[in-house]
């Protein structure tokens, strides 16, 4: 893994002795296991989350901490905004809980960001390659954690709930999809071996960000005509979730994006989902009308200015 620390100031961690360390590649899979026991809204996915984790984009820097016995971890990344880093997981295991496990690999990962030249620290997610936006509110000893080390609140951000497994919405798909086609609109699905021109569009109307998650989605659909590419949609870059998604504006108001949305959760309901998650959602009643999503899902941003003096803070950055 990339930008390891040469050394790491441990903290005892209660009955698992030493202190917290930079976790081997092969000790990874077993993280997986304790993210799932410990994240009781997400705990399926924890071993997913792991593993997307820990194959972001090859130019990311980023390290996994972890306790001498595989009882906690936090993932931790640095921003492409200069002197920004992320915490993008941390999980204990509910069996050694109450330890102050939590509050160790916190610290150690704003030592280990502060050595690479980072003064702000995030609990929110690093796009394209992240858990979730920031901390589900749901999950309030992690948000009471984050104040009680200083943390401030700037931001929230929700996703939305698609139903799967009842979905009307499908109703007039076809003559949608046929009203499209009569201007000259062509629906195709984008296999992953064939993603480089849907990237590309992505990447000349969005960001490099969006670009990297339709490549490594699960499923891309597009809109075409004459051969330029109008919209797009794609899922389970971030595991099982929806997006991103989005319409050249000169092509809006076609029903392009619809017409993807739709494509996208039915590849989904195919693979055996009951729902899924529209993330980090701006437009609310698009999403309402088109297939009956509901905001269900509210995350708090955190961050925190590392003050002079950090751990870690005098190294030379990497």
């Known amino acids: 893994m990339t930008g390891r620390p040469d050394r790491l100031t441990g903290r005892p961690d209660g009955a698992d002795g030493a202190g917290v360390r930079p976790a081997e590649p092969a000790e990874l899979r077993a993280t997986g296991g304790v993210a799932g026991a410990a994240l009781w809204l997400d705990g399926d996915e924890g071993p997913l989350l792991v593993s997307r984790l820990a194959a972001p984009p090859p130019d990311r820097v980023w390290t996994a901490l972890v306790t001498p016995r595989l009882s906690g971890l936090v993932f931790t990344s640095l921003s492409r905004t200069a002197g920004v880093g992320h915490v993008d997981l941390l999980a204990v295991h509910p069996d050694s809980q109450g330890r102050g496990l939590g509050r160790a690999l916190l610290r150690a990962a704003e030592e280990w960001l502060a050595a690479r030249g980072v003064r702000e620290v995030r609990l929110a997610g690093n796009p394209p390659c992240y858990a979730w936006p920031g901390i589900d509110v749901r999950y309030t000893p992690a948000a009471c954690l984050a104040e009680s080390l200083g943390y401030e609140r700037y931001q929230t951000a929700w996703n939305m709930t698609a139903d799967l497994t009842d979905h009307p919405w499908t109703a007039g798909q076809e003559d949608e999809e046929a009203a499209l086609a009569a201007a ?83 590849d989904q309901a195919d693979a055996g989902l009951h729902t899924t998650q529209i993330s980090w959602v701006g437009p609310l009643r698009f999403y309402s009308r088109a297939v009956g999503a509901r905001a269900e899902r509210v995350f708090w941003l955190y961050r925190r200015v590392l003050p002079p003096g950090t751990p870690g803070g005098d190294a030379t950055p990497a």
């Open 184 to 266: 000259g609109v062509t629906v195709r699905e984008a296999p992953a071996r064939h993603r480089e021109d849907v990237a590309r569009f992505v990447r000349e109307h969005w960001n490099d960000e969006w670009a990297w998650e339709v490549t490594q989605a699960a499923g891309c659909h597009y809109a075409e005509r004459d051969g330029e590419i109008l919209g797009f949609a794609a899922w389970g870059a971030r595991p099982r979730w929806f997006g991103p998604t989005g319409t050249a504006e000169a092509a809006r108001g076609l029903g392009i994006g619809r017409v993807l949305l739709r494509r996208c959760l039915r």
